[in-house]
């Protein structure tokens, strides 16, 4: 598997999964990895809530450059002084540009086929932010949540993939 995830966007979201709710401190950093140089640095306080959590980079103020690799990391620092149930999420994203057969592909498409081209074409992190993208849209569906689940679990987030599904069967 590569070293790092694609996406089309100078301003990507990012994700993370978030197994307990509490309060507590959520840092996030974003570094450029040739250099190590930070774009972003911040620690927020306030509820984490369970399930998958992400963040667009452009409400951050950062943008990314074209063929450039990027780290991204996540701290969730909750408060019950136990650092035992601190938990950390990272990742590394490269923006490529689309190719113009790719573009043309998702200019007809629809946000449901969105997933599929850009998973696919082998933009995870655009797959991801589409099919969270198509459950925003439709809350009360169960169609786009299932699409996500088969996502994370087809790239081995399996207790992701169960977390999505279980909002459903909960109901």
């Known amino acids: 598997s590569p070293k790092y995830a ?32 930070t774009l972003f640095s911040d620690s927020f306080k306030g509820s984490i809530q369970t399930g998958i959590q992400g963040v667009s980079v452009a409400d951050l ?12 990391h996540v701290t969730l620092d909750y408060e019950t002084g136990d650092p035992a149930e601190n938990a950390k ?12 057969k ?11 086929e969105k997933v599929k081209l850009y998973d696919k074409a082998g933009y995870w992190y655009d797959a991801l932010a589409q099919a969270t993208s198509n459950i925003q849209s439709n809350p009360n569906d169960a169609a786009p949540r299932i699409a996500r689940a088969d996502l994370l679990a087809r790239h081995g987030f399996s207790e ?4 999505d599904k279980s909002v459903f069967r909960s109901k």
């Open 89 to 100: 999420a990272s990742g590394t994203i490269r923006m490529k540009p689309a190719s113009s």
């Open 6 to 37: 694609n996406t089309l966007q100078t301003e990507p979201s990012i994700f993370w999964f978030v197994r307990s709710r509490a309060m507590g401190h959520i840092e996030l950093t974003i570094k450029e990895k040739n250099t190590g140089k």
């Open 102 to 112: 790719l573009a043309a592909s998702l200019a007809k498409a629809s946000s449901e």
């Open 61 to 72: 103020g950062v943008k990314l450059k074209p063929g450039k690799t990027y780290t991204w």
């Open 160 to 163: 992701e993939a169960a977390s």
